[in-house]
């Protein structure tokens, strides 16, 4: 994951104002405490700041606050007491933005950079200690500055390498948990003080279900909505529950809100996301708190205890389909358990939510399957594909594969070979394993499969892979597609690019075409439109055809 570069620039720019500018410089300029201690105050003198300073804190704006700010900035407060550690001028922002960006370049000074981490595999963490190492010599060069530089990491390296990150590296500022979003305010300002500040706690309930993110980007055709937080599974080898913590899913009528948001603002296609996408149970509304169960995929069994009562995955993508027929629904990432009849009968009924579906194994050996808590085998994993690809016609499969895990034998390695060449996926995810702390696999197995085996195992997995979805995606050609254009390819100016219902990328040339509204007018497709490709050729990864026409998600069905 690249690391996120929180940037402080002085312009108009979005509706950004309030939140982002205020996050970054929150009590700088009136905390009244020095960022060093000044050996020389009397004792007496150092006592009353810190008072003062401590009941600015108690008394200043949550992150609710910034939030409610987010509109333009006004001429006047509205108001009458501004808080404590916060002038009139900084809350209304003075214009200026806080511009998120993924960069490895430095292109404006920052008074503030947040990195934001991940921990599912050590590579990630890796670029993150990496990035720290260049930012120290950036830092020391503020030291002498009247505006120092304050360094944050964010997210699930901050909660799994607390005490780690601020021994390791006394530059770190700030260490922010998934679930300490909110706490930015007052861990900035701790910070400015000259304190180390965290908040790693994980929360049973939060979700962030009233954080609205902006669209900032007026090209954008597709956006991610986050409809739950954790994951109760525990698979042997995952982070994931130790960083994120318990599952626990935003209220419908919030994600409701949200994709309703993003299609006023023209997007075209949403993708709802969760460690645990097709658990999700909204348990908010106590009339719908019954004793009904879970239905799980036939053959499939959790690590926990069956969990009942809830508005289920099934009502939640019914509802979120009918927000706008021409937006494209997906969803990711599932658990294989959680493919209820119900779920599988929807997609295959609503022309807008993408007939693609991603199914991680993670391996082709039911040894090692149980060896991971993964709650089935090869053979139910083998009988819930058939299952799916009866009741949706054309789906398009992806999946997750981990090579080299505790134990792995090299007949296990080809059991997972073999599941690559029976089901032919069209896409796929492969990773060598890569041993997490506080894993059940740390604590019980041996990661006893040595580094050049893992590689080698990974490089010939991809290698089948590619083999068996070039011959997948050559069932395409000659067949018309609806694509979603995203813009121009990224290889060539006179060609376009974007995806199709099974999320493969498509380039075909940019040129005119007919209009199936309006067959009078020749027109060229922009970032936004559908448009019906007739596919030529193929890659493992790649599309490749030439456009029909523009045309829309509903009168595509007759073409395709």
Not at 192 to 221: I, R, W
Not at 372 to 389: N, T
Not at 527 to 535: A, H
Request: one cysteine or more; proline letters at 5%.
């Amino acid at each position: 994951m690249h690391p996120l570069q929180c940037v402080l620039q002085t312009q108009r720019w979005g509706p950004l104002a309030s939140v982002s500018w205020l996050l970054l410089r929150t009590c700088r300029a009136c905390s009244s405490v020095p960022s060093t201690a000044c050996p020389s105050e009397e004792r007496q003198q150092e006592d009353g700041v810190r008072k003062d300073f401590s009941s600015r804190l108690a008394s200043g704006p949550t992150f609710q606050h910034f939030l409610r700010r987010a509109s333009a900035p006004q001429e006047k407060p509205d108001m009458e007491d501004p808080p404590p550690y916060l002038t009139v001028d900084e809350l209304l922002g003075k214009q200026r933005k806080g511009w998120f960006y993924f960069s490895s370049l430095f292109r404006f000074p920052a008074d503030v950079i947040l990195l934001v981490t991940c921990s599912i595999r050590e590579k990630a963490e890796q670029t993150i200690w990496n990035r720290l190492h260049q930012l120290k010599a950036l830092k020391t060069k503020r030291l002498r500055s009247r505006v120092p530089l304050r360094i944050g990491i964010l997210g699930c390296m901050a909660e799994r390498l607390k005490e780690e990150i601020l021994n390791r590296e006394k530059m770190v500022d700030i260490l922010a948990g998934p679930d300490a979003y909110r706490d930015l305010p007052r861990l900035l300002a701790v910070a400015d003080s000259g304190q180390q500040a965290a908040n790693v706690l994980l929360s049973l309930d939060e979700t962030y279900a009233d954080v609205m993110p902006v669209q900032t980007s007026p090209s954008a055709t597709s956006a991610f909505v986050s409809i739950m937080r954790g994951c109760d599974n525990m698979c042997s080898y995952c982070i994931v529950p130790f960083t994120r913590g318990r599952e626990r899913s935003r209220p419908v009528a919030s994600i409701l809100e949200e994709v309703r948001k993003l299609s006023e603002q023209g997007l075209k296609e949403v993708t709802l996301l969760g460690q645990n996408v097709n658990s999700f149970r909204d348990s908010s509304e106590v009339q719908f708190n019954n004793a009904v169960s879970t239905n799980l995929s036939r053959g499939f069994s959790t690590n926990y205890k069956p969990k009942q009562g809830g508005l289920r995955f099934a009502h939640l993508l019914d509802q979120v389909s009918r927000v706008d027929p021409e937006m494209r629904i997906r969803f990711t990432s599932p658990h294989p358990k959680d493919f209820p009849d119900e779920v599988l009968q929807l997609i295959h009924e609503r022309d807008n939510i993408c007939k693609q579906i991603h199914l991680p194994a993670q391996s082709g050996s039911s040894r090692v399957l149980e060896a991971m808590r993964r709650g089935y085998s090869r053979e139910a994993y083998m009988e819930l594909i058939h299952h799916i690809r009866e009741s949706i016609p054309g789906v398009s499969l992806s999946s997750d594969f981990i090579a080299g895990f505790c134990g792995e034998t090299e007949e296990d390695h080809l059991q997972t070979v073999s599941l690559l060449r029976e089901v032919q996926y069209n896409m796929g995810f492969l990773f060598a394993y890569s041993m997490r702390q506080k894993t059940r696999a740390y604590h019980r197995l041996k990661d006893d499969v040595p580094e050049e085996v893992k590689l080698r195992r990974l490089e010939e997995l991809i290698t089948v892979f590619r083999e068996e979805a070039t011959k997948a995606n050559m069932a395409s050609v000659g067949c018309t597609q609806l694509v979603l254009v995203e813009g121009h390819s990224k290889r060539s100016a006179s060609d376009l690019c974007g995806r199709n219902d099974g999320n493969l990328k498509v380039i075909f040339p940019d040129v005119e075409m007919e209009d199936v509204n309006n067959s009078k007018v020749r027109v060229r497709a922009q970032p936004g439109d559908y448009v019906l490709v007739k596919i030529t050729s193929t890659s493992s990864q790649t599309l490749k055809g030439h456009v029909l026409c523009r045309t829309t998600l509903k009168d595509s069905s007759a073409y395709c």
